[in-house]
């Protein structure tokens, strides 16, 4: 865990917050007096990139494809790309660890400042699955395209043909068959499913999310990432949220609509991810000690927020042309 880039988000959005509310108040206060108006809630810099984990080359892209006059769209699809074409990356795209079969099945969103969505599920042999999830949003009557549909659209567009298998991948699936323990990893060495959001300079937001899912899960299975409002939500009126972890535990909560709505009912986004973690561990008979999930989220003045059960959940940010990751603080405070 790297804890040199510790920032403990929530106290300092609790003094943004505390600041913020007075000058609600004085703001509220003048314009009864019809004096002066105040700015209740300055802009943070706009753009901004954040990402789940710790990923600075995906954000670095994104950032990038932003400066180039990219759209938010464009710099969440670009910075995931990073992720799927990284065989070091266990839980994305190439490399990423197979169901308990040895097939390598891929999940992704994305979603955009007019609220429109794509998803692709169970999609196997094609990398990018995050661009096959655009082209389904912009091209298709659809949102969501599954398994081999998916894979066949993705052959229509162009895209090549992929073992997403790796020699490592591979190698470390035959190591677990010998015991087939199935157990959710709590945190992959701090690089798992990339979950981007990015707002512009005019402050438009989309987000997007790609991942392998649970490594040995059972055939067939699918989890929160692709499934909008689950894994991702985008409200450009209000902000955005992105989750990572056990996405069945998500899945359960709408996690990342959640997390919008709670925005929109004027909590920070900070607030907002602590309350939608609390859902998930609050609920009786929760096992929470034995599962990670983990949130980020953007408000649309650019406010962040990240929450995480365990610790060892952060957020990479590039803002103000900055690349940091920051450690998230975390519900089981004892770790
Ligand atoms: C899933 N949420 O398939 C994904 C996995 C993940 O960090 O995010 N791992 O459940």
Redesign the pocket.
């Known amino acids: 865990m790297k804890r040199r880039h510790f920032i403990k988000n929530a106290s300092l959005t609790g003094v943004g917050l505390t600041v913020g509310s007075s000058l609600i108040a004085c703001a509220q206060e003048n314009s009864k007096n019809e004096k002066t108006s105040v700015v209740a809630n300055p802009k943070a810099s706009l753009p901004l990139v954040i990402a ?2 710790n990923v600075p080359n995906a954000t670095s892209k994104a950032w990038e494809t932003l400066k180039k006059g990219g759209s938010a769209l464009d710099a969440v699809e670009k910075g995931c790309m990073v992720e799927e074409a990284d065989v070091n990356n266990t ?1 994305v795209g190439k490399g990423g660890l197979p169901d308990r079969d040895g097939r390598v099945t891929l ?1 992704a969103c994305i979603m955009d400042k007019h609220g429109n969505c794509g998803s692709v599920v169970y999609l196997e042999n094609i990398v990018h699955a995050v661009s096959v999830a655009r082209k389904v949003m912009e091209d298709t009557p659809h949102v969501m395209l599954a398994g081999k549909g998916a894979e066949q659209y993705a052959y229509e567009l162009g895209m090549p043909k992929d073992n997403l298998l790796t020699e490592s991948s591979k190698k470390a699936w035959e190591a677990w068959k010998v015991k087939s323990e199935y157990k959710p990893i709590i945190n ?1 060495e701090n690089h ?2 990339i ?1 981007m959001l990015a707002i512009d300079e005019n402050g438009d937001i989309s987000g997007a999310c790609t ?1 392998s ?2 490594a040995y ?1 059972m055939a067939g ?5 692709p499934i909008i409002g689950s ?1 991702l939500f985008v409200d450009n009126e209000i902000g955005a949220c992105v ?6 535990e ?1 899945v359960k909560t709408v996690g990342s609509f959640l997390v919008v709505e709670l925005m929109r009912q004027g909590k920070s986004p900070q607030e907002a991810c602590e309350e939608a973690i609390n859902r998930i561990v609050s609920k009786p008979n929760s096992n929470y000690k034995d599962f ?1 999930v ?1 949130y980020i989220a953007v408000n649309k003045q650019g406010e962040t927020g990240s929450y995480s059960i365990h610790n060892g959940f952060s957020m990479t940010k590039f803002q103000n042309g900055e690349n940091t990751n920051q450690t998230s603080n975390h519900f089981i405070k004892t770790e």
């Open positions: 789940t984990w839980s999940d992959i798992d499913t979950g991942t899912g649970l899960k299975r699918v989890g929160d990432s894994g989750a990572t972890g056990l996405g069945e998500v990670q983990g």
